[in-house]
């Protein structure tokens, strides 16, 4: 009886000595691991979220800030990196994440060259533009004491040439703006000859004119002048465009990393669980062994053990075994002994890596400011809805938005004020929104919308009324009334043609038009 006694505490010991391990050896690092994971994603996104800031820098100081807040962002994601290196299962997406971050920050370099020669090319062009301003104000007090017919044509000619300026700084499309260039030659050349032809009240006022007038014609024309330097501000936003283009190509193949990074945490998470739970109850076998021998042997201590010990175990495996089959809360166990530490140790155990789960979870499907979707549930969102509209021949469409100068919000009332806006924001565009649509956080100030069973024409109505709405919202911070717009790209998925990453590229093309073209508008993209 005794033999069978030593033998039943030393098992029920060892049991609750393997849980107390995989407890303190196993799940808690792995979980801590998970929580590192989530924090480097974080980073990593924070990472990703400079280079639009940097592509919208208006000064040389701003880029400077950005520049340098994104290479602090850059080495921060490394340091956590390299700790993940010692893991084996996990060198494979840390050195992608590795690789990738290392290619994003090259092309962050050759942005931050880019922009900083645009935002100077943008500065020379002011310059000049003030200089034609200044002399063809001069010109124009010279002609008007010319032959008023003279001036009159003369006069009509400089309004073309003005039209001309205009329509050129803003257009878009190389060939047309060939054919606008050289209209513009030739208006300018048209009122050179119109001076040269003027009749002055002197031969001196004539030539002064003449001289003036090619001086205009050179600061538009000339090897340095507007013309030139607006092809070479042209070509430097291509550059850009593209540069843009393959830092999201990146940025996509090092979000894929850190979630396969997260997955991959997780998955040891759930092995160490399972581990435990197989222990523990393999452990329980042998005690129960144990006990029904010593049933056989001593009829008293079957009663004992009945009573002080059977019921309770038998409830622990109930416990164990609801849990495992349908996650079934466990019942309590009644008693001031050892086994009723170990079964709070294990229904601990359960509430722990159920809490550890559900906050992974959460993390990984929501945006932690706006409680929107993020980026990764967004995309799976999509993927979803692409497959039904694909069976159903149903339309469906997607918007990009952007809130306009969100950085002068945060630099003038402070980051707490910019998280204000973006969790009204976001509450305002999702009381605008059906159940069915989908709505989230595509990435700092950028949030996507999916619209169910909506055509392009219809999805540019909602978009429309909701940047109406947000020119309009009023947003309370600290006793003052902040207000914001937005810009938006709109964009029709083409089922069976295209992949719904390649629409939401389209959107975004379309929104950097709507930001070229003056903010605050919905631009749709035409397939």
Sequence with gaps: MLFITFCICAAYFSSFSSVKFNLDQKISPNIDAALQTIQLTEVTQKLIHHVPRIAIAESQQHLMKETLGFLDTHDELNRMLKG????????????TMIESAKNIESLVR???????????????I???????????????????????EDYYRWSKSMREVER????LSVEHNPAAAVSRYQALRKELNHAYELIKAARFSSQKKNQQAILMQQ???????????????QTQLYQLKEDIRETLSKEKQLANVLNQSA?????????????????????LTQMFMIILGLVFSGCVAVTVIVVYLQRSVMQ??????????NYISSRAAPEDVKGDDELTDMHKALTKLIHQVEEREHQLEALATTDSLTNALNRRCLLEHAQKEVELHLR???????????????????????????????????????????????????????????????????????TERIRKHLEELQIYFEGQTLQITASFGVAQVMLNVESVEAAIERADQALYIAKEEGRNFVKKSIA
């Design 110 to 124: 050759q942005l931050d060259l880019l922009m900083a020669q645009k935002i100077s090319s943008q500065l020379y």
């Design 259 to 279: 979630q396969l990074l997260v997955d991959s945490v997780r998955q040891q998470v759930v092995i160490s669980k399972q581990n435990t739970i197989t222990q």
């Design 392 to 462: 159903d021949q149903l339309p469906f469409s997607l918007f990009i938005m952007d809130i306009d100068f969100f950085k002068k919000v945060n630099d003038t009332y402070g980051h707490a004020a910019g998280d204000q806006v973006l969790i009204e924001v976001t509450e305002s565009c999702q009381s605008m929104l059906r159940k069915i649509d989908a709505f989230g956080r595509w990435g700092g100030e950028e949030f996507v919308g999916l619209l169910h069973n909506t055509p392009l024409d219809e999805a540019w109505q909602v």
């Design 312 to 321: 309770r175990l038998t409830k622990v495996r109930g416990n164990m075994l």
């Design 164 to 167: 001309a300026l205009l329509s």
């Design 215 to 229: 001086r205009l014609l050179d600061l538009v024309v000339g090897p340095t002048g507007i013309l030139a330097q």
């Design 126 to 148: 002011d310059r000049i533009e003030s200089n034609y301003a200044r002399v063809l104000q001069q010109l124009e007090q010279d002609v008007e004491s010319a032959n008023k």
């Design 84 to 95: 993940f290196l010692e893991q084996p299962l996990l060198q494979q997406p840390v050195a």
